[in-house]
């Protein structure tokens, strides 16, 4: 069984992978910006779930998403030095 994070899980694209890595097994670690979307997203890939035992986990929050934006600005800077 493999372990996936999603970013922008909660709808469009990512939500569609995470879909599609539940019924090949995988367990997800779904993360976005609204957590409200992210928990609807949880519960219908839940839905597609191959395995009773796999797990789908969210991560939001003001703070995350402050954390994503730091790393992304680092790794920005870093490519100019």
Not at 9 to 38: D, F, M
Not at 45 to 53: Q, Y
Request: hydrophobic share 45%; glycine share 8%.
């Amino acid at each position: 069984m493999s372990f996936n994070q999603i970013t922008g899980g909660s709808s469009g694209i990512g939500k569609y992978l995470a879909i599609e890595c539940a019924k090949n097994g995988a367990h997800i670690s779904l993360v976005a910006r609204n957590p409200t979307l992210l928990e609807e997203a949880r519960v219908e890939v839940l839905k597609f779930a191959s395995v009773a035992e796999q797990k789908v986990s969210c991560f939001s929050g003001k703070f995350l998403w402050l954390g994503i934006c730091m790393l992304e600005l680092i790794q920005f800077n870093t490519q100019w030095m």
